[in-house]
């Protein structure tokens, strides 16, 4: 604790505290992917990985706390120094260029995850609330369970996530959310190098490998709504 | 007349240094607490000064025009510092730098006080390094030197091409940590505008803030200036845009004497001026004469492009006059040279001010890779001014002026006539007679500050009792404060119809034309008949936009030429009375096939002018040169 | 050839600014941007008008006086040259010129396009230093220095001190101004023992002076008069972790000796 309010008191520690949330939860969003891409694998095996989770209480609370305390890290210092940064440049420039040299994704960090942030809520209300009224099918997803061997009931994800995503807003918002997230990477992820003083790596290497690890999350998170779109599981539904 | 004693100590040459600071008087570590220092400049005679002064504990009050104690024209230094290291095993020594110093300065210099620039410069080298300047190394991770400026020995440190700037922010590092530890009080934005003399001793300064407006009074048991030369008195120079002679002047109308304002060196290797508006020259540095044949056409008025001009008709000036030295003569020489086939009408560029130095041979003897490898930083800023590419078209260059080795009068201690005062590094006369060697400034700057000032100071602040030190309501304070308000005010006020730009280019087109490279009793004379002219229509026809309660540059400027007009005048009539050429003062009267004649009879020493009044002839105090370990000798490079 | 400038025009820090339009006397192409600054002022001057006031004096590229945001790009359209360095041939006959002043808090305006610049010596003054009394040094070749960290220190040292990497970042980050200092002593073994110390009491300084973070945007990098590279604020950024991991205090303690 002592090392987090020494790193809160300067901009670089917060830097450092951005950079180490920020790994953990790109992890999260690592494991998440693959986890969901047992979709493809059909309903036994995304369903029986559901319920191990499930099944492991602490394992599941421990990460979901602290997940949220990563997120509140991130997204605190974040504020914190966007605050500070706006203060430093309180008249902007009269002929109006954008900053130079500094890519897209560099200028919209804060925006890129704010959005998200608010994707990320909606997301827990969808799925892991399931709150009927976000789903927009006017189904409830309660009602989705499936009987074990030993007949008890446990959540029915795989016909969630094909119902779910046959909205084509909910998939749109979702397919938008997920590509901030994954320009936010593709900046954050070269940023973490450089914050945390990591130089071993050439710094089009560092670049090259967020674009692309950006870019393969995205696909691969994509590829689930897009897949049901187009047809993917519609025995579900029937 | 003022009185002038060098105090050099006695003693033979090699051990005057050490014996001078046995004798030294020291202060008591309680007492220099309660002394303070007034430093006005922080280039690296001023920088390195004032950081240790106070690391001895005196306290310490820096001023500086500049935003920042960073900004001095030290930092624009590029080829790098001398010392007599000897890491080469090349047979150098301090007595060989030192000589080498006093012959290339044609015997003009005093003879006790180069030998510790050549001393000290040793310690130089240490102390920079272990600030973390740095110096290039070589793959063993020992120093590098190179040859420099003629020289036989390589004795000289540098740090890329950019020297002066590493050197200065190491002084100005050390001055940062004492400004940190409250050991230096630093005044950015603060241009000493008169000095306060109190009883005959330098004990203030009166300071305009260029911010505000403000003009205050400064008190302190000594006064040291560090202000740097005053060669843009020519206008068009080298020098920073800032550089000026103002605080040095204005100590000199208070008392203090200026030795040797004629000896002005003008350096080859500049970019020719390319228009009227032209602010700055640009050095080209000197090593590119090591691969570059310098020529002009041998027909006068020869418009053709280089390329077009046959080998047969062009005229290698350098190679023909001085066979053995060729492109390589030393600075005073090749400028001279130039300036001599311009006359002719033989110059080339759209001005005709300007000869080539041309790399064809060199590309074509060592491929353009290898010149790209050596030189490509300076064709870069050479195509950057001018749009041209130097691997396709000969550069063109004409000389510039560069560096003053006259100033105010100094004695062994570096203190003026006026007891108190203390003038370092090129705003003094004392180390490079009448020629300064290349890379021999930087030394000198940083000789002065760290070493030889603070062990010299102590000498006059023991005979002041700090209790005694005047207040800033003494009568000497309010007359300072009040003529330097006024000047301010009546260069407002005035609203004439020209700038002090106009005066200022004016004023740089008189002293180049009569008394730059080449100077002559008529030229002389027809300048000191322009400048009192020039003089009395700046008093009544300068037009000063603006007030005085503000930022206001025009004011800035408006004084700072005041100065130098003053000064113009005060140079004119050093160069009519030195009738002999010696170093960067050259006189046609006095010349041997072309070359300086020195008049050792009547002119070995060193004048010193004592102002008595504007538009009055001042007083020339002379201090003989005496060598008693040296014989003076006729510089020959044929 | 002939522009029209539009040059951000303030009496003081206190009083409004905003911009004036100017349309210039005849230019010459070699001109620098400062000589075309100086002929506008003599003209303004010689219409009874007060000049522009900038900042400059070696216009050679080194003293880091000159500043200026021309078009929006600090020291102007070309990189690694400062504004004095910059030509009017850069620039086209009868375009417009948009003048302002290097933008941050920490620099606050003083007159026109002149801001100040003292917070950058503040930074210095709390630790950019090896401290180390004149006449203690040891001989300079007692302590070798790898060639390539030696050259590598020159890459950092070589900053000019201009402000232009606080002016384009849109953060008003010091970052590449401190991290060029912090890595220049900190990769020679002169600047060791300091190290810790050094890099945690700038940094404190450069927050209290209120310039922003770094987000790794690279604008500073781009219009470095000297092409300083980003790499070293990642070194500084790694020094920075290291103290603070060995717990060094956030700032020198005034009480050392020295005075």
């Known amino acids: 604790m002592k090392v987090i309010t020494r790193l809160w008191r300067s901009s670089l520690g917060k830097k450092y505290l951005m950079a180490l949330s920020g790994i953990a939860l790109w992890v999260f969003v690592i494991g998440h992917l693959l986890g969901n891409l047992q979709v493809f694998l059909g309903p036994e095996k995304i369903n029986g990985y559901a319920h191990f989770l499930k099944s492991q209480a602490g394992l599941l609370w421990g990460s979901r706390l602290g997940l949220l305390a990563m997120v509140v890290l991130h997204v605190a210092s974040a504020i914190s120094l966007s605050r500070q940064n706006r203060a430093a440049r309180p008249i902007d420039y009269g002929a109006g260029a954008p900053p130079l040299a500094a890519s897209y994704a560099s200028r919209t960090m804060l925006m890129s995850g704010l959005i998200v942030a608010f994707f990320i809520v909606y997301h827990l209300l969808h799925y892991t609330l399931i709150v009927p009224a976000v789903n927009l099918q006017g189904v409830d997803f309660a009602t989705y369970q499936r009987k074990l061997a030993d007949n008890s009931e446990t959540p029915d994800v795989y016909r969630m996530m094909i119902v779910g995503f046959r909205h084509p807003a909910v998939a749109a918002s979702y397919v938008i959310a997920v590509g901030l997230l994954c320009l936010h990477l593709s900046h954050g992820l070269s940023s973490m190098f450089q914050s945390l003083g990591i130089t071993r790596f050439s710094r089009e290497g560092r670049d090259c490998f967020a674009r692309g690890v950006g870019l393969l999350l995205f696909l691969g998170y994509c590829s689930i709504p897009i897949s049901i779109l187009l047809g993917f599981g519609k025995e579900v539904v029937k | 007349m003022a009185t002038l004693n060098s105090n050099i100590p006695a003693g033979p040459l090699g051990q005057k240094w050490q014996k001078h600071k046995f004798n030294s008087k020291l202060i008591n570590p309680a007492n220099k607490r309660k002394h303070k220092i007034i430093v006005v400049g922080a280039g690296l005679a001023g920088g390195s000064a004032s950081a240790t002064l106070a690391e001895l504990g005196y306290q310490v009050e820096n001023f500086v025009f500049h935003d920042s104690p960073r900004r001095a024209h030290s930092i624009a230094a590029q080829g790098g510092i001398n010392a007599a290291k000897n890491y080469q095993n090349d047979g150098d020594s301090v007595f060989r730098l030192f000589y080498d110093t006093i012959k290339g300065g044609d015997f003009r210099a005093r003879e006790a006080n180069v030998h510790r620039l050549a001393e000290v410069s040793v310690n130089i080298i240490d102390q920079c390094a272990a600030q973390g300047v740095p110096f290039a190394r070589e793959y063993g991770g020992l120093l590098d030197n190179r040859s420099f400026g003629g020289a036989q020995v390589s004795r000289t440190f540098y740090a890329r091409g950019q020297t002066g700037q590493q050197l200065l922010l190491g002084a100005y590092s050390a001055l940062s940590r004492q400004i940190g530890l409250g050991a230096v009080t630093s005044r950015t934005h603060s241009e000493m505008l008169d000095l306060v003399v109190v009883d005959g001793h330098a004990k203030g300064i009166i300071v305009r803030n260029l911010k505000t407006g403000e003009i205050t009074r400064h008190v302190g048991d000594a006064v040291v200036l560090a202000t740097g030369g005053y060669g843009n008195v020519f206008n068009l120079s080298t020098y920073a845009r800032g550089s000026n002679v103002t605080a040095i002047w204005r100590a000199y109308k208070r008392g203090a004497c200026f030795a040797n304002p004629c000896y002005t060196q003008i350096h080859p290797t500049c970019i020719p001026v390319s228009g009227d508006y032209q602010s700055k020259l640009t050095l080209m540095s000197e090593s590119l004469r090591n691969d570059g044949r310098i020529w002009v056409p041998k027909k006068p008025g020869d418009r053709r492009s280089p390329q077009d001009i046959p080998e047969l008709e062009r005229d290698y000036y350098l190679e023909r006059k001085y066979p053995s030295f060729g492109n390589l003569a030393p600075r005073d020489i090749a400028s001279r040279a130039a300036k001599q086939v311009c006359d002719e009408g033989r110059g080339v560029g759209e001005t005709g001010l300007g000869v080539y130095l041309d790399f064809s041979d060199a590309i074509q003897r060592l491929g353009e890779d290898k010149i790209r490898e050596r030189y490509g930083n300076l064709f870069d800023i050479y195509h950057e001014i001018t749009n041209e590419s130097a691997y396709r078209t000969p550069m063109r260059i004409y000389p510039a002026v560069h560096y003053t080795m006259g100033g105010l009068w100094v004695d062994y201690n570096l203190m003026s006539n006026l007891p108190g005062l203390f003038v370092l590094g090129e705003a003094n006369f004392s180390d490079h007679g009448a020629n300064r060697l290349g890379a021999s400034a930087l030394m000198q700057g940083l000789a002065d500050g760290y070493f030889v000032l603070p062990a010299t100071i102590g000498n006059y602040l023991a005979t002041q009792k700090p209790d005694q030190r005047p207040k800033t309501d003494h009568a000497a304070f309010k007359d300072a404060e009040h003529s330097t308000q006024s000047m301010v005010d009546r260069m407002l006020s005035m609203n004439g119809k020209r700038t002090a730009a106009s005066f200022h280019k004016e004023l740089g087109k008189i002293l180049w034309d009569y008394c730059g490279m080449a100077r002559t009793a008529t030229g002389l004379k027809k300048a000191l008949e322009l400048l009192p002219e020039l003089r009395e229509e700046f008093w009544s026809n300068l037009r000063t936009p603006g007030n005085a309660s503000e930022m206001n540059q025009s004011l800035e400027q408006a004084g700072r030429v005041a100065d130098f007009i003053e000064l113009g005048e005060l140079l004119c009539l050093d160069a009519l009375t030195r009738e002999e050429s010696c170093g960067g003062h050259f006189r046609e009267e006095h010349q041997e096939d072309g070359e300086c004649k020195r008049d050792d009879e009547r002119f070995a020493h060193a004048a010193a002018w004592e102002f008595t009044g504007v538009g009055k002839t001042p007083v020339r105090n002379v201090e003989p040169l005496v060598y008693d370990e040296i014989k003076m000798a006729t510089r020959s490079y044929k | ?259």
């Open chain 3, 1 to 259: 050839m002939k522009v029209r400038l539009k040059v951000w025009r303030q009496k003081n820090a206190e009083s409004p600014g905003g911009f004036e339009t100017y349309d210039t006397p005849d230019l010459n192409s070699n001109m620098s941007f400062l000589e075309m600054l100086d002929v506008v002022n003599e003209d303004l001057a010689g219409r009874g008008q007060e000049p522009i006031a900038f900042d400059h004096d070696c216009r050679e590229g080194i003293c880091g006086t000159c500043s200026l945001v021309i078009n929006g790009k600090p020291h102007g359209p070309h990189r690694k040259v400062a504004t004095c360095q910059t030509y009017m041939r850069s620039f086209k006959d009868g375009e417009t010129i948009v003048v302002e002043p290097f933008r941050a808090k920490p620099f606050p305006l003083i007159r026109d396009l002149v801001v100040d610049r003292k917070s950058f010596d503040r930074i210095i003054q709390s630790g950019g230093f090896i401290s180390v009394r004149t006449g203690s040094a040891p001989d300079a070749n007692s302590t070798p220095v790898p060639k390539i960290h030696s050259d590598l220190a020159m890459d950092a040292a070589q900053c000019i001190g201009c402000g232009a990497c606080v002016a384009a970042c849109k953060n008003a980050s010091a970052m590449l101004f401190v991290s060029a200092k912090v890595s220049h002593l900190g990769l020679l073994p002169q600047g060791q023992p300091e190290r810790d110390r050094r890099v945690m009491a700038m940094v404190t300084t450069m927050d209290e002076e209120g310039f922003g973070s770094c987000t790794v945007t690279g604008s500073c990098e781009a219009v470095c008069p000297k092409a300083i590279s980003l790499d070293f604020i990642a070194r500084m950024n790694r020094d920075y972790g290291v103290a603070l991991i060995k717990g060094e205090p956030r700032r020198n303690q005034a009480s050392e000796g020295g005075a």
